[in-house]
């Protein structure tokens, strides 16, 4: 896989690797190839073709070079970079005029306060380049297929290619590659042409054929590098469910499915909490280092038009296949697995009444491939289950969860473990007592068997089994005691809260918290002295609590039509739908035929209001969110502040939906949704090596060896670009740190330089309006003002401020970030608008008296000296009084403007004359303007704004 990703192997295929002439089993580790040492060459060899292997290379240089548009630009791993329109600008004269603004004011819709703002501007027309023209034409031949005596003669397939220079060529695949052959549109000549190669690619004799094709060519091999992780999972998923593969098993409820060496199925008799456990659980044994004779394998799950595919790559055939808990010869690997996932050795009793020890849960199983590995499957309960939801300790009262398939998220082990000194005495004591902890070691482990139907424990072991109910029992108590209120607090007093679903799923789940636990959440939120404040936090919990909402099930002639109306019924105001029947009538009048039949269907009968009562009966049944939603979602947008926008971009995202247009008064129609993809979620190789330096790099950064961690970031960067080329989440955050390490080192220029990739690489693999895309850019205006690019640090912040509006709204304290930073490098004309507003969030999320509206009265009382008033100026910096503990610079500043004032009215008290007056105050507006605009001091400004660094450092 890493090899197809590369610019000079990206459009073949049929390959094979050799070492000392021996072909290489692409499956095998290169640790185990014997002979592979220092020098050793592995060479890349191209095979002869097959009839099929021919058809899959047409296939694939097909898809490279179908032109693409902004249809394609959206999905996985194609999303368009819109920094390089933002880079055009001549740094020269950014250096030379550091405050000038060549592209005028900001326009009106970034301004705040405003309502509404074009969805254009988020993809400029100048980032989504026009795709070259590759050829005219490419198409099997009308002489294919080839006759008997020609397919004797390894005749694959015959095709016709016109160029752009207007050639017309017929090629002929055979074993050995691609060549032109002498055929016409009226004569069949199999013979190959007179000077033509034979290609093993296709794309190689293209280039022979048309200069055109190879110039245009060049620039294709920068696009869809992700495509080759996912791309086999998204072309399987809609062959499957577009009905092109017949199921294996023959079983219509329950089908499963062949395709290109994955295994699919549909898991209609298992809830779709198990295929989502079993992809966390695979993640979870997958993530484990240095462990030796267990694996998993591939597993991945594709939602598609309403239908979950449970997709698992095979096993490369199998010797036997028994549980896991009767492989001996594997015991020792399993007992490091558990370990290191905290799994409490326990005994069970078997059906046939003798007693197994188990280091997993009962449901795993164990396959012995014919590579003589261990493959473990079915490892869905290897979690402990969530006491809070068991059916077994649900009282009457409360209200019964969906599904029994509740478990303790990992991360939750991680947060239980160091609690306070006396819950940690307790769960020593009780950890002691079933044989998991030392008296010199702490170390917990949890029994995922406890608390799951239809598991007897042996009587000897029922001492060991209560204790063990009763630390899952703390555990699950500890989530909504210690964890949920945390993630409160941290919410209210950071900056960075949750901006739309996937950052408020991610914030949940580094805590410990699942998103069954949203009820509680809300409810901590209500409870909360400070629930104005917290009130985004309401916003993102109902938009990612409505997007589960939407189930499909309706046939494909139909789809858009549903979709548009469930999108009408969410998102307009007072929408009714039209009768089916009535339109049928009017659309077969228009196409001359009768009426027909018009019987209507589930989805067209249902209205605004009905789809309402759904989303607040699932909201209580399943989440327990027992305050009211209001009567429809105007109800949030109008006390809340939630944008429909917004919901519309959650909703596509989970859904693989892609609207063409939106209005926010006009209801949907079928031509407006685009296209449905399918949504993928798959399992994520750790990049070992380099998450290694990556960690050793954090640490010496909390120990303030900057030079040390520098150079352990660059290897692990370099790392993340030879494994995955960068795109790569990981590689991403790896080098947003080295950016920021560069910039504490005093190289502004290197750390802008590696910022731009880091945009880049988040805007391509999270996607150009992830929250993470949002932070990168205002780290980039930072490194970019730091090197005299004012105009770069200007558009970069209204870059993000525009995304920020789209993703969640103006009402979020990430917002007050930005125009804070707006308010130091825009002209004097354009700043006071945006500190009023930081001001005014910040004392709406924080309160009056926090650091970040100190900061905010700051700014606003030197702007205000730079116009001239210097009453309201004081008073805002005497805001917060003698006693608060970041008072000097304040009282600095109040000491200068405080001179500046008594020096001017002095003077006009002498003079008297009115423009002594005005040359005074220009005079005195100009020096307090050139002091808050003064580089060294506007810099930290921007650095502690973003958290660059702490304001101690």
């Not at 395709?259 to 809830?271: D, H, I, K, V």
């Not at 406890?450 to 000897?460: H, N, T």
């Not at 880049?760 to 490194?783: K, M, W």
Request: hydrophobic share 35%; glycine share 6%.
């Amino acid at each position: 896989m890493a090899l197809l990703s590369r610019n000079e192997v990206c459009p073949r295929s049929n390959l094979s690797l050799a070492l000392a002439g021996t072909t290489l089993d692409p499956h095998a580790e290169l640790q185990s190839l014997k002979g592979l040492k220092a020098g050793a060459l592995i060479r890349l060899v191209e095979e002869p073709y097959t009839f099929h292997s021919a058809r899959v290379h047409l296939a694939r240089v097909v898809e490279l070079l179908r032109a693409s548009g902004p249809h394609d630009a959206l999905r996985e791993g194609q999303s368009p970079s819109v920094l390089e329109t933002l880079t055009h600008t001549p740094g020269k004269n950014a250096r030379r005029n550091k405050s000038a603004n060549q592209d005028g004011p900001p326009p009106e819709y970034l301004l705040p306060g405003s309502s509404e703002r074009p969805l254009m501007a988020l993809l400029p027309h100048s980032s989504q380049s026009e795709a070259p023209s590759y050829l005219k034409d490419l198409s099997l031949s009308c002489w294919h297929p080839p006759p008997g005596h020609r397919k004797l003669q390894g005749d694959f397939m015959y095709m016709t290619v016109v160029t752009i220079e207007g050639r017309h060529c017929d090629i002929t695949s055979c074993p050995k590659g691609f060549f032109l052959n002498r055929s016409t549109d009226d004569m069949f000549d199999p013979r190959p042409a007179q000077s033509t190669p034979v290609c093993h690619c296709l794309t190689d004799l293209l280039c022979h054929v048309s200069p055109t094709f190879k110039q245009a060519f060049t620039t294709l091999k920068n696009r869809s590098v992700i495509l080759n992780t996912t791309g086999f999972l998204l072309q399987a998923a809609e062959t499957v469910v577009d009905g092109f593969v017949e199921p294996v098993n023959g079983n219509p409820e329950d089908p499963a499915f062949l395709w290109s060496g994955l295994f699919m199925s549909q898991g209609a008799t298992s809830p779709a909490a198990a295929q989502r456990l079993e992809l966390k659980c695979v993640q979870a044994y997958s993530d484990l280092e240095g462990l030796q004779g267990l694996h998993t394998l591939p597993t991945a799950i594709v939602d598609y038009r309403g239908v979950r595919l449970s997709a698992q790559g095979l096993a490369p055939g199998f010797e036997n296949f028994y549980c896991a808990f009767g492989a001996k010869s594997v015991s020792s690997s399993l007992l490091r697995a558990a370990k290191s996932l905290f799994i409490q050795r326990h005994v069970v009793v078997a059906p046939k009444g003798h007693q197994v020890p188990l280091f997993t849960s009962l449901d795993a199983q164990g396959l012995l491939g014919a590579d003589g590995r261990f493959y473990l499957l079915d490892v869905f309960r290897s979690f402990p289950v969530d006491a809070n939801f068991c059916p077994e300790e649900e009282t009457p009262s409360q209200t019964k969860f969906p599904h029994s398939l509740s478990l303790i998220l990992f991360w939750t082990y991680m947060t239980f473990l160091p609690g306070d000194s006396r819950a940690t005495d307790a769960v020593r004591a009780a950890c002691r007592d079933v044989g998991s902890v030392s008296d010199i070691i702490f170390e917990m482990r949890f029994n995922p068997n406890v608390f799951s139907p239809g598991i007897r424990f042996p009587p000897s072991e029922s001492a060991s089994t209560n204790l063990q109910e009763k630390l899952l029992r703390e555990a699950a108590a500890f989530i909504i005691t210690h964890q949920i209120p945390d993630f409160v607090s941290c919410c209210l007093h950071s900056n960075e809260a949750p901006m739309d679903g996937v950052s408020l799923k991610q914030a949940l789940h580094q805590r410990g918290i699942n998103l069954r636990y949203l009820g509680h959440v809300v409810k901590a939120i209500s409870q909360s002295e400070h629930k104005e404040q917290l009130r985004h936090i309401m916003v993102c919990l109902i938009s990612s609590h409505l997007i589960h909402t939407f189930k499909t099930g309706v046939d494909v002639p139909s789809l858009s039509a549903a979709v548009s109306h469930f999108l009408s019924c969410l998102l307009v105001h007072h929408f009714t739908p039209s009768p089916v029947g009535e339109e049928a009538k009017k659309k077969s009048r228009r196409r001359g035929r009768g009426a027909g039949a018009s019987e209507s269907t589930p989805w067209s009968m249902l209205t605004g209001s009905e789809l309402w009562n759904l989303v607040c009966q699932d909201a209580v049944e399943t989440y327990g969110v027992s305050d009211s939603l209001g009567s429809s979602p105007n109800h949030l947008v109008e006390n809340y502040g939630l944008q429909k926008l917004s919901l519309l971009r959650e909703f596509c995202l989970k859904t693989g939906v892609q609207v063409i247009k939106y209005s926010n008064k006009a209801p949907f129609s079928p031509d407006d949704i685009l296209n449905i993809f399918p949504v993928v979620k798959h399992i994520k190789m750790p990049t070992a090596d380099a998450s290694k330096a990556y960690r050793a790099a954090q640490t010496s950064i909390q120990k303030g060896l900057l030079d040390q961690a520098h150079e352990q970031l660059k290897e692990a960067a370099y790392l993340y670009g030879r494994v995955c080329d960068d795109l790569d989440p990981e590689a991403c955050n790896c080098n947003s740190l080295l950016a920021k390490v560069t910039f504490l080192q005093g190289k502004a220029a290197e750390a802008r330089s590696v910022q731009l990739k880091t945009v880049v690489i988040s805007e391509r693999v999270l996607g150009f309006d992830h929250p993470n895309t949002i932070q990168q850019y205002a780290l980039l205006a930072v490194y970019a003002y730091a090197g005299g690019e004012t105009t770069l640090a200007q558009k970069c912040l209204l870059r993000a401020r525009l995304l920020l509006l789209t993703v969640h709204g103006e009402d979020h304290p990430y917002t007050a970030t930005l125009d804070s930073c707006l308010g130091l490098v825009l002209t004097e004309d354009q700043t006071g608008q945006f500190l009023k507003n930081a001001l005014k969030l910040n004392t709406s999320f924080f309160g009056p008296t926090d650091l970040h509206t100190a900061l905010s009265h700051h700014l606003l009382a030197q702007w205000m000296c730079s116009k001239g008033d210097y009453r309201s100026a004081m008073t805002h910096e005497k805001e917060f009084g003698e006693d608060h503990p970041q008072t000097s610079c304040s009282k600095e500043f109040l000491g200068t403007i405080t001179k500046q004032a008594v020096k001017v009215e002095r003077t006009l008290r002498q003079t008297g004359s009115e423009s002594a007056e005005q040359t005074v105050e220009v005079s005195a507006r100009a020096c307090i303007y050139r002091l808050f605009k003064k580089c060294k001091n506007m810099l930290r400004l921007l650095c502690v704004l973003p958290s660059v660094f702490k304001p101690n450092i």
